[in-house]
T-cell receptor
Framework: DAGITQSPRYKITETGRQVTLMCHQT?????MFWYRQDLGHGLRLIYY???????DKGEVPDGYVVSRSKTENFPLTLESATRSQTSVYFC????????????FGSGTRLTVV | AQKITQTQPGMFVQEKEAVTLDCTYD???????LFWYKQPSSGEMIFLIY??????QNATEGRYSLNFQKARKSANLVISASQLGDSAMYFC????????????????FGKGTKLSVIP
C-alpha cells in the first residue's frame, strides 16, 4: 500500500515537448494538490482539486494543465516544456481538516533541456 | 506580503543541543493551522507537528515542540537534543480558514531553513 505514488521519479525532456507527471493515491482523499519546489522559493502551489472534475489554479499555474477524471488520479501536464519548468514536483493529498496537513508523494525531478 | 516567512536560510547546531527555527505568518483569518515539515536529503516531505489557531497549549511531538505566540504571529519550531539525523530542510506552512472546497485546504509554505547538525 504505497499511499500516494508519483511517476516517473526522474524525467529529462526537451524544450517544447509535452510531458505528463502522474499522481495516484489509494486513500480516496478528496483533495489533491500539485506543488513545485525550487531553491529559494520553497513549495509553490500549481493546481489543486477538491474532487473529481473540480480543479482550480494555484499560485503558479501558467504552462500547466491538470485533469481529475477519477478521485485517485491527478495528472499534471506541461503542454510545451520550458527550461524554467525544471523543478521538483510534488503531488499531495488531504482529507478535510486533517491535522496532518498533506500526505506527499516522493516527488518527480524534472529537467528540461 | 509573504504569508509565511522563515528568516534563517541556514542554521548550525551542535549535536545534543536544542535549536529553534523561526517562522512568522500573516493572515487575517481567525481559524488557521500551522504545520512544520522536514525534508531530508532524500527528498521526501515528512510531517512533524501541527498547531491550530485555537489551541491554547503549544503542540509537542517527541523532541519537537512548537512555540506558538499568536499575538506576534510566530510559530517557531524547537528541536531538543539535536541528532545527526535532524540535518535537513525544514518548512513552515499555514492552512487558512475553514469551509468547503480545496481552496480551504491549501498549504502555503515558507522558503525553508536548512539545518545542519554538527557532531
Amino acid at each position: 500500500d504505497a499511499g500516494i505514488t508519483q511517476s516517473p521519479r526522474y524525467k529529462i525532456t526537451e524544450t517544447g515537448r509535452q510531458v505528463t507527471l502522474m499522481c495516484h493515491q489509494t486513500w480516496s482523499h478528496s483533495y489533491m494538490f500539485w506543488y513545485r519546489q525550487d531553491l529559494g522559493h520553497g513549495l509553490r502551489l500549481i493546481y489543486y482539486s477538491a474532487a473529481a472534475d473540480i480543479t482550480d489554479k494555484g499560485e503558479v499555474p501558467d504552462g500547466y494543465v491538470v485533469s481529475r477524471s477519477k478521485t485517485e488520479n491527478f495528472p499534471l501536464t506541461l503542454e510545451s516544456a520550458t527550461r524554467s519548468q525544471t523543478s521538483v514536483y510534488f503531488c499531495a493529498s488531504s482529507e478535510s481538516s486533517s491535522n496532518y496537513g498533506y500526505t506527499f508523494g516522493s516527488g518527480t525531478r524534472l529537467t528540461v533541456v | 506580503a509573504q504569508k509565511i516567512t522563515q528568516t534563517q536560510p541556514g542554521m548550525f547546531v551542535q549535536e545534543k543541543e536544542a535549536v529553534t527555527l523561526d517562522c512568522t505568518y500573516d493572515t487575517s483569518d481567525q481559524s488557521y493551522g500551522l504545520f512544520w515539515y522536514k525534508q531530508p536529503s532524500s527528498g521526501e516531505m515528512i510531517f512533524l507537528i501541527y498547531q491550530g489557531s485555537y489551541d491554547e497549549q503549544n503542540a509537542t511531538e517527541g523532541r519537537y515542540s512548537l512555540n506558538f505566540q499568536k499575538a506576534r504571529k510566530s510559530a517557531n519550531l524547537v528541536i531538543s537534543a539535536s541528532q545527526l539525523g535532524d540535518s535537513a530542510m525544514y518548512f513552515c506552512a499555514m492552512r487558512e480558514g475553514r469551509g468547503s472546497g480545496a481552496g480551504s485546504y491549501q498549504l502555503t509554505f515558507g522558503k525553508g531553513t536548512k539545518l545542519s547538525v554538527i557532531p
